[in-house]
């Protein structure tokens, strides 16, 4: 019988730097063999006498690779963005489910299209998704980003937006006060609704801060997007990946087994889940 706590020794091949504080982590398993994940579930990451904690893969899929966009804010992550590359971390997962893509032709969105919301990190859990757009999603489906930061500089993979708009994806930015230099839209996501043109017929999936979750939840009412078509990603203090400690329970829910994914008509009704 397979041990769900064991981890994985994983070595570090690739660091990138990113936004402040921010560092994108490329591994390896040291044993041979391609890692599958969905877009959207997450992994537990263990460095012994450190810790472990959980993270969303990020990177492009059926890879021999796996990647993770980690900020420095603890005790294991400080010792992460410490680490060089041929060092070596434990990993266990994924668990959960992610975004509603299948892997198979037909593809959940039902011939939607594709609205994404994130603010701060939020990209991170959906840079797969983006990455492997013509394996999740249907040829002609369009893809449109509302990005969201503090500051120009704490928008993350900065370095790929021209070649995603190359891909025929849009992607619309926006900062929250006036800084020199910038030239686009000012102010919080939800100003992009008014500023920017929706694209119709479509999903929305979210992703960020949990405060920024109620107010876009209004502006995607005003442009008439039904509860069924709305995803959001849940922040929860996962712990077990397993649904045992119960550390991330939302309601009879657990982001770490039923989430982090959940289709808003799902969730809407229970207290404190947005």
């Not at 999603?137 to 980003?145: F, Y």
């Amino acid at each position: 019988m397979k041990n769900p706590y064991l981890s994985h020794p994983a070595k570090i091949i690739k660091i990138i730097p990113q936004a402040a504080n921010m560092k994108l982590f490329r591994f390896k398993f040291v044993r041979e063999g391609r890692y599958h994940f969905a877009p959207g579930q997450i992994i537990e990451l263990s460095i012994p006498g450190f810790g472990e904690a959980p993270f969303a893969p990020c990177g492009a899929p059926d890879k021999e690779y796996f990647e993770l966009c980690i900020r420095n804010v603890g005790k294991l992550t400080d010792r992460l963005h410490a680490m060089k590359v041929g060092d070596t971390v434990g990993i266990r997962g994924p668990y959960g489910n992610g975004w509603p893509i299948s892997y198979n032709k037909k593809h959940i969105t039902e011939n939607k299209n594709l609205l994404i919301v994130v603010g701060g990190l939020g990209l991170v859990p959906l840079r797969t998704l983006i990455l492997g757009k013509d394996k999740y999603l249907g040829k002609n489906t369009k893809v449109q980003i509302f990005y969201g930061a503090r500051t120009p500089a704490d928008f993350l993979f900065r370095d790929e937006y021209d070649a995603w708009r190359k891909y025929g994806i849009v992607i619309d930015l926006t900062i929250d006060k006036e800084c020199a230099g910038w030239h686009d839209c000012v102010g919080l996501v939800t100003t992009l609704f008014d500023k920017k043109r929706v694209v119709n017929n479509a999903q929305a999936y979210l992703c960020g801060p949990p405060i920024m979750y109620k107010f876009v939840l209004e502006q995607l009412k005003t442009k008439h997007f039904a509860d069924k078509d709305i995803y959001v990603s849940l922040e929860r203090r996962m712990h077990c990946g397993l649904g045992v400690c119960q550390h991330c329970a939302v309601g009879h829910l657990y982001t770490c087994k039923d989430g982090p994914v959940f289709q808003y008509e799902q969730i809407k009704n229970i207290e404190g889940a947005i």
